[in-house]
């Protein structure tokens, strides 16, 4: 039984870690880029982070495109009737207008 609990625990560390939500990944990115505008990281590390930094920028623009389609997907017309609707956006040509 050992054994199996051994193992268990050894897939676990091994498997990779979930990805993080939308607040924590955001929560993230500003921590990093917090920590290269103090200028006291190696370059090293400041390689590192930038690294990070775009995989969560990544992850959050991936995160807002799904939110955004769920939303432009249904609406629901004062018939009863649904439809689809895009969403306004501060960049969309409707907001310049």
């Keep these: 039984m050992a054994k199996a609990n051994r193992s268990s625990r050894q897939a676990d560390a091994n498997a990779e870690p979930a990805e993080p939500s939308f607040g924590?990944?955001?929560e993230r990115l500003e921590a990093i880029v917090d920590a290269m505008e103090e200028g006291d990281l190696p370059l090293e590390t400041l390689l590192e982070r930038y690294e990070e930094g775009r995989r969560l920028v990544e992850l959050c623009q991936a995160r807002l495109a799904a939110a955004e389609l769920r939303l432009q997907q249904l609406e629901r017309r004062a018939d009863g009737s649904l439809?689809?609707?895009p969403v306004e956006t501060e960049t969309s040509p409707e907001a310049d207008a």
């Design 83 to 85: 439809t689809t609707r």
């Design 24 to 26: 924590e990944a955001l």
